[in-house]
């Protein structure tokens, strides 16, 4: 009998766009997240906001705080609040990993993306450092700048 090879059918529900803008990625990591019946509905629909979330370890557990999880419109009764924290579920070595660069100064977990991978709720966490306001504006700068370069090429190749 053969195998039937599976592919990760990855689809994205939520990402922190300001998340690039902010900081500097170093490392990312895939996480589980433990959420009730009525917020997997409301997730899978897209009511997610992961703008100004974060992470932080606590003993041994990684949590997610401010992620908004819009109530389900017929959950009644079974709806919990919206902006509770959520408990990510990694293994140990992981989350002592984590806990190691987080102890590190200027170092935080942030949300990048909320995905369904094979029928389950995943969320890409990152180890992230926070950016000044000149790196920004340097960002900003040589983004503008590739835009110009790529104008000008397809105006020299036409």
């Given amino acids: 009998m053969a195998e039937k090879n599976k592919q990760d059918d990855i ?8 998340a690039y803008h902010d900081y500097f990625i170093e490392e990312t990591i895939e996480a589980g997240i433990e959420l009730k019946g009525t917020e997997v509905k409301s997730v899978r629909l897209g009511h ?3 703008k100004d979330s974060f992470a932080r370890v606590e003993n041994g557990e990684v949590f997610l705080y401010n992620m908004h999880i819009s109530p389900y419109e017929k959950g009644n009764i079974f709806n919990v609040d919206p902006m509770r924290d959520r408990k990510l579920l990694l293994h140990k070595s992981e989350i002592n990993r ?7 100064k200027g170092y935080t977990l942030i949300p990048l993306k909320i995905y369904l991978k094979r029928g389950k709720i995943k969320v890409e966490l990152a180890v ?15 983004r503008d700048a590739e835009l110009e370069i790529r104008k000008k090429m397809k105006e020299y190749l036409r």
């Fill in 11 to 18: 689809k994205v529900i939520a990402t922190n766009r300001k």
């Fill in 128 to 142: 992230a450092k926070g950016k000044k306001l000149f790196d920004k504006r340097e960002a900003i700068a040589k």
């Fill in 48 to 50: 997610v906001n992961l």
């Fill in 98 to 104: 984590l806990a190691g660069y987080v102890q590190q």
